[in-house]
Every structure is written in C-alpha cells, then in structure tokens.
C-alpha cells in the first residue's frame, strides 16, 4: 500500500516508528564506546582486542547484513523485515545482558547486528513509501539526522547509564523502546513490497568480505602487539588485502552478488562512498577517543565525561534539518565540504589548544560544538548524496551499500584508536596522533566531495519548501 494513497495514515507517524528503531540500532553502534573499561574489569580474563570486537563484531556483521536485508524487505514485505528485525534487536540485546562471558557476548552482538541490518534498510523504505518525491531531500536528511544525533550522544548517554547502572544496561535499555516500535507499528505501518526485488544472498561474498575486514582490523589491532609475530602480521594482511581482491573478483563476475559493482560507475555514487569511509573512520576515532582523553588525561569520572560529551551532539539535529532544506535548494555538494572543513578545524583545535590542565569551556567546548555541527552537515547529506543520482530500482540497494561502507570505516576508525590509545600509559601526545589522523582523513573526504553533483531538477528546488 502507497501511503500517500491513504489520508488516514500520517506519515509523520510512520515516520517517528521508524526513526525511532533506526535511533535504536545507531546510539547501540556508540555507546559502548563508554563501556571498554567497564566491560574489561566484568571479564579480566579477556584481551583489549576480545573486547573491541563487542563493538567491532556488531559491526561488520551489521554492515556486510544490510545489503541482503535491504532486498528481502523490498521481496517479503517491509513492514513484516521491519517487525522481525525490531524483534530480533530487542531479543538480542536482553543476551547481551545476561552474557556469562565475553564469547558469549559478542556472539549475541552478532545476533544483535542482524536485527539491526534487517530493521535498517526497511525503515528507509517504509519512510519513503509515506512521503513524495518532492520531499526526499528534507525527510531523508532528517531520517539521517536521527541516527546522526543517535551516534553522537550514544558515548555520553552510556556512560551516566554505565556508571549508574553497569554496562548491561546499555542494552536492556533497548527492550522496551522496542517494544513499543513493535506495538506502534501493528496498526501505523502498512506493509509494502516489490515482488520483483532480487535478493542478494550472497553467501561467498558475504564470507570474504567478512573475513577480509577482520583480518585487515586485526593487523591494525595487532601491529603493536608482542604477541604476534611480524611474519604472521604479514601473512595476515597480505591474506586480507587478497581476500578484498577477490571479492571484488566476485562481485564482478558473479550474476547475483552482495555488492553490485555497477553502481560505482555512477560518479556521484562512487565518489560520496570514498567520503564516506574516510568520514566515518574520523567520526569514530574522535568518538572513542573523547573517553580516554577525558578520563586519562584530565581525570574526569565517567559521568562528568559524559556530561562533557552532551554539548557537540546537541547542534547535529537543528544543523541537520537546516542543511536539509538548503541541499533541497543547492544540493549537497557545498554542504558536504563546509562541514569537512568544520571538522579539520575542530581536529586542528584538538591538535593545538587543550593540554594537559582541564578547561572544558575555553579549551575544548568551542571545537566540540564546531564538531556537533559539522557531523549534522555531514552525516545526513552523505546519506542523501549516496542515492541522489540512482535510478529508482537501485535506491534501496543503493543506501544499503552505503550503509555498509560506512559503518566497515566506523570499525577501521575503533581499530586504530584501540591500537593508538590502548595497552600503554596514555600522554597527551598520543591524541595528537589521533588528530593529525582526523584532519588528513576528512580533508581527504572534502576533496573527494568536489566531485558529487546532487544539484536538484528545477522542479524539485521549486517543491522543496
């Protein structure tokens, strides 16, 4: 069923289900970014590395699950994925919490990012089907700046809930928000489907690609480590980097693969992508690193660590909406830019300003709001940018690939933090690294976002307010 054919149906509610699940699954990519100590003092016998794979497992599985799920919703109906991935989350996360070990922890994370991949690309889709065209721009602006806010505030909310409560509360926090998705989806959403979707089950591809980012995340984990040796590093990257080839490889020759290659040749698409990756491995290396800097170096508390945390994420929404209706008028090219310069100048701060004397308003506030802003310019737009130029039958894969690119950039940005900021005593110079890393990385996307052209069909600018 089309909603716009339904006046009954207010798609500001289907909207607000939605968003809600979406908010769901993005602030439970981040608030663990909180619990790495926590977590390590409830199982002492686990390694640094074990316990960034609670994070790092969720993760890739989430993104190599997205562009399967996002052709099952389209085949088998979005409200029915939606429901079953809603259920799966809230499922999952009540093992995280009861989890005796740490095995058994990311293992229900792996249970729990498959909820997540199924519930993900659905919401876009039933998102999409209550709105027109008109309105893409601001809805899917505002829909990337629920799971911006999400992932901003995640660290800061985990760590009042953390400290308070203990990690397994992050987590049993989710069962009754998804619960009540589930309730108020039964009679608001309407199911929808494409009977003529492809799915892309990709089971070889899914391995390789899954085993191609462990590896090459371990060797980044590792490179300091005495436990492995230089030549088992060595043969686990060149493993790695030969597994990516051949999933490209595959992804080429085979008729039905997990990645559709072909997308790429579209420039916009293929360039926002690039963006992605390097924006989203800043993103997460800013977030995880915010806790070891407040915690080691100034000698917050976790609870005054997240309230340090609160200020940035609280201009993402507001800047995101803004940004929304002005790429409506301009298209998201300029934005994109403004808000990786933004961000180089609010890592160049980092750099340059905080030592190691705490003075939250002087020396850190002004750069935390200049990042708040640039991550609601940023964020939304990639994801709108992504599927701009896309013919109508490659949107949901479209996003979903998207999805997934940014998210296996989220899990080489924790990999890097944990090998740069773990297992040693932290100096300050040790952030400095991490922001030298940061500004690099996004002037990079910047440039990378010259190159994407989302300017809108004059019909569209006119509707667009």
């Given amino acids: 069923m089309n909603y716009q054919q339904n006046p009954s149906v207010n798609p500001w509610a289907v909207f607000g289900i939605a968003s809600l699940a979406t908010f769901l699954i993005s602030i439970d ?28 497992a969720y993760t890739i599985v989430y993104a190599t699950s997205l562009i399967p799920a996002g052709g099952i919703a389209d085949r088998l109906g979005r409200k029915k994925v939606f429901m079953y991935g809603v259920g799966l989350f809230v499922a999952a996360s009540f093992l995280c919490g009861i989890a005796p070990n740490i095995y058994v922890l990311i293992a229900a994370r792996v249970l729990q990012a498959i909820g997540a991949a199924l519930l993900g690309p659905s919401s876009l889709a039933l998102i999409l089907e209550a709105f027109p065209q008109s309105k893409r721009a601001q809805v899917m602006s505002s829909w990337g700046a629920v799971g911006a806010l999400a992932a901003a505030i995640g660290p800061g909310l985990g760590s009042f809930i953390i400290d308070s409560l203990g990690w397994e509360w992050a987590f049993f926090l989710n069962i009754p928000v998804g619960l009540y998705c589930l309730l108020k989806g039964i009679p608001t959403l309407h199911e929808s489907r494409n009977s003529h979707t492809h799915i892309r089950l990709d089971v070889a591809g899914m391995c390789l690609i899954i085993l191609s980012v462990s590896l090459l995340t371990t060797c980044i984990i590792e490179i300091k480590s005495a436990s492995l040796s230089s030549t088992r590093l060595h043969l686990m990257l060149t493993t790695g980097m030969g597994l990516l080839v051949a999933f490209i490889l595959w992804c080429k020759k ?35 690193s915010f806790f070891f800097f407040m915690t080691n170096i100034w000698q917050y508390s976790l609870p005054q660590a997240g309230l340090a945390m609160t200020p940035g994420p609280l201009s993402v929404i507001p800047v995101a909406i803004i940004s929304g209706k002005i790429a409506s008028k301009i298209g998201h090219r300029s934005i994109l830019i403004t808000g990786c310069l933004m961000f180089a100048s609010s890592a160049f701060w980092y750099l340059t300003i905080p030592g190691l004397t ?24 990639l994801s709108a940018a992504a599927v701009h130029n896309l013919p109508k ?10 999805q997934a690119i940014r998210q296996i950039g989220t899990v080489v940005g924790v990999a890097i933090t944990v090998v740069l900021l773990v297992n040693q005593h932290i100096q300050l110079n040790d952030f400095h690294k991490i922001y030298e890393i940061q500004i690099g990385l996004v002037l990079a996307a910047g440039l990378l976002a010259t190159r994407v052209d989302t300017r809108p069909k004059p019909e569209e600018s006119r509707s667009a307010f």
């Avoid at 705490?358 to 737009?381: F, K, N, R």
């Fill in 393 to 402: 039958k490659d949107y949901a894969i479209g996003s979903a690939i998207n």
């Fill in 358 to 381: 705490p003075d939250y308003i002087g020396s850190w506030l002004p750069a935390q709001l200049i990042t708040g802003a640039a991550i609601g310019m940023v964020m939304p737009s």
């Fill in 29 to 56: 990519s981040t608030i663990l970014y909180a619990a790495f100590s926590s977590i390590a003092a409830s199982f002492p016998q686990a390694t640094p590395v074990s316990i960034s794979w609670v994070m790092n």
């Fill in 254 to 288: 085979t008729t039905d693969p997990l990645v559709d290659m072909g997308l790429f040749k579209n420039p916009t698409y293929r360039f926002v992508n690039m963006a992605a990756v390097l924006f989203s491995i800043a993103f997460a290396m800013m977030f995880f």
